[in-house]
């Protein structure tokens, strides 16, 4: 099997020819596709900007980059988290910053020493994708969380009842891809690594190693979260919102 190893820009110009056609049916079906043209150009920007940007970052191989790199993402990643209760945002965003420490510090802590072993441990090649891939997941957990348990206890829902039941919506996503895996899709990592050449079986373990840290660091994000926002809530206020 022949190695990829850059992907040409022309070339790429050619993923655009299925987009326009959505933006077509947009268009014709009067559904408007400026906010579609407006996420598309945004997507291309920020990741050919990143990819620069990155390729910078690798090649410095320093620990203190590395770990401020992780502490921006990690602040950004907690506000985002919160836009699904932005009038209790500011009040949640330290908690949700402890949250996604913890959880995605505990996880990629594992995933760094125990199993990958690397050496040195703040290899940004590898610490960066992966905190990424951590937070990106976790964030989406605590959003679900949030929204759930506010929307539960406006319904005058018993206050670890709501808990409960949140947590519950918040982890669907991520169980529904452990059961996907493998038999629905292959996911990102484990689909480029076996385009670059990769054995499969190789691959599988890389793959199986992502699914347990994304599934353990939304569990304990959420679960986290979801303790230190008990007492911001109450029955009573949750249903004046």
Not at 48 to 59: E, P, S
Not at 111 to 124: H, K, T
Not at 222 to 233: E, G, K, M, P
Request: proline share 4%.
């Amino acid at each position: 099997m022949n190695n990829i190893s850059s992907i040409p820009l022309e070339n790429l110009t050619y993923t655009l020819i299925p987009v326009i056609m959505v933006l077509i049916i947009l268009v014709k079906w009067k559904l408007g596709a400026t906010h579609a043209i407006y996420a598309m150009s945004r997507m291309l920007a920020q990741l050919l900007v990143i990819g620069y940007f990155l390729n910078a970052i690798f090649a410095s191989a320093s620990a203190q980059i590395t770990l401020i790199i992780l502490a921006i993402m990690l602040f950004f990643a907690s506000w985002i988290a919160l836009g699904t209760v932005k009038q209790k945002r500011r009040k949640m965003f330290g908690k949700a910053v402890l949250s996604l420490f913890v959880a995605g510090g505990f996880t990629l802590f594992i995933v760094v020493i125990g199993v990958l072993e690397l050496n040195p441990w703040y290899q940004p090649r590898f610490v960066i994708p992966l905190g990424g891939m951590i937070l990106a997941n976790s964030l989406s957990s605590i959003s679900l969380a949030a929204e759930r348990f506010q929307s539960e206890l406006s319904n005058n829902t018993e206050i670890i009842q709501a808990r409960n039941i949140a947590f519950n919506a918040a982890l669907i996503p991520t169980i529904n891809a452990l059961f996907a895996v493998g038999l629905v899709s292959l996911p990102g990592m484990m689909t480029g690594q076996i385009l670059s050449g990769v054995s499969p079986f190789i691959a599988a373990r890389y793959q199986i190693m992502v699914m347990c840290m994304l599934f353990a660091s939304s569990g304990i994000s959420t679960a986290c979260f979801l303790t230190l926002i008990r007492n911001d809530y109450k029955p009573q206020e949750a249903a004046r919102e």
